[in-house]
């Protein structure tokens, strides 16, 4: 693809690299942020590749962010992974670069950068690294194979969601066909703590559930203390719903410190990211976040996903 020469012209040609991805990381930000810093390290040992961003506890088991300063930005090509939309990327330094790349799989409703690869058919930013690698037949160490894998097994619920498709499976492919701890990634993956297991026995116990398959939960500050659960460990809980026959659609309310609602709202196949655009997010079509200011709120995207539920 003309896309991936392009983008390793850039890199070609810059010494310095900055790699950005979004606030609030999943594996599949972390995933092909730190994959594609690997490759460009192990093809390029001459250049500084550098990662930036919060180093997320719960994801610390996949890698840790450079220091990067402000300096270190002057000439230097800027590529930020899995980020629709700019409020979203983490450090906002990203536009000091001399040139910005965007590669993303989300829909591209804020066409930010220099240059841009967005591919909305791809399970996950991390299945592009991949391809952009095998294209350029660049050399892929066993660290990158690492991430890569694990951002796409987190970003198709390791082969669940529809968006898993025969490319994906031809990239796990050749990452699994690398040394790295298989079997100690799948259980990492696989494993919560017992503190988020009695999290999931709430949600179970409190999911409401409509006629049509709508289906919601409130998790309160006061909830989040009693479980010691903060807001990004509530990731480990957002697909639990769906293992439910009857639910279709679901919404997880994450109230914030600032008394704000975090919205987490995923669907077994109905459409539900235009509820989160229209409430202050966005995302895929089966998998959205949204911000909610007030309990009416809440009830009214609750509200809208059961007109989606019963429209189906
Ligand atoms: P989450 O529930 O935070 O895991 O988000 C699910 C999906 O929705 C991810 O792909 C996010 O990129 C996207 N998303 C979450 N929050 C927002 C937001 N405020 N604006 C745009 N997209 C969002």
């Not at 230097?76 to 980020?83: H, P």
Request: hydrophobic residues 35%.
């Amino acid at each position: 693809m003309q896309i991936t020469q392009d983008i390793l012209e850039k890199i070609n040609h810059y010494d310095t690299i900055i790699l950005h991805r979004h606030m609030n990381p999943d594996p599949d930000a972390i995933g092909s942020q730190v994959g594609l810093k690997e490759i460009i390290q192990t093809n390029f040992p001459d250049k500084r590749v550098l990662a930036t961003g919060y180093d997320e506890p719960t994801l610390a088991w996949m890698a840790s962010m450079d220091t990067v300063t402000d300096e270190d930005y002057a000439g230097a090509l800027v590529i930020v992974c899995d980020t629709a939309n700019t409020p979203r990327i983490d450090d906002k330094r990203y536009t000091s670069g001399d040139f910005l790349i965007k590669i993303d799989h989300h829909p591209n409703d804020d066409a930010y950068g220099d240059l841009l690869w967005v591919d909305t058919d791809s399970s996950s930013t991390s299945e592009l690294i991949t391809l952009f690698a095998l294209e350029q037949e660049l050399e892929i160490s066993p660290e990158a194979a690492r991430l890569l894998y694990a951002g796409i097994v987190g970003d198709t619920g390791r082969f669940l969601y529809p968006s898993t498709t025969s490319r994906t499976f031809e990239m796990v492919a050749h990452l699994r066909s690398f040394d790295f701890d298989f079997a100690g990634l799948s259980r990492q993956m696989d494993s919560m703590s017992s503190k988020i297991a009695k999290l999931q026995g709430y949600v179970y116990d409190h999911l409401e559930i409509d006629e049509n398959g709508a289906s919601r939960v409130t998790l309160t500050q006061d909830l989040l203390k009693h479980y010691q659960i903060t807001d990004a460990e509530t990731a480990a809980i957002v697909s639990a719903p769906g293992r439910i026959e009857d639910v279709s659609v679901w919404a997880i309310f994450v109230e914030q410190a600032d008394g704000h609602y975090r919205v987490r709202m995923r669907s077994k196949a109905l459409v539900i990211n235009e509820i989160a655009k229209r409430h202050d997010g966005g995302g895929h079509p089966l998998a959205s976040g949204a911000n909610s200011y007030s309990l009416e709120e809440n009830e009214q995207i609750y509200r809208e996903l059961q007109e989606v539920a019963k429209a189906k």
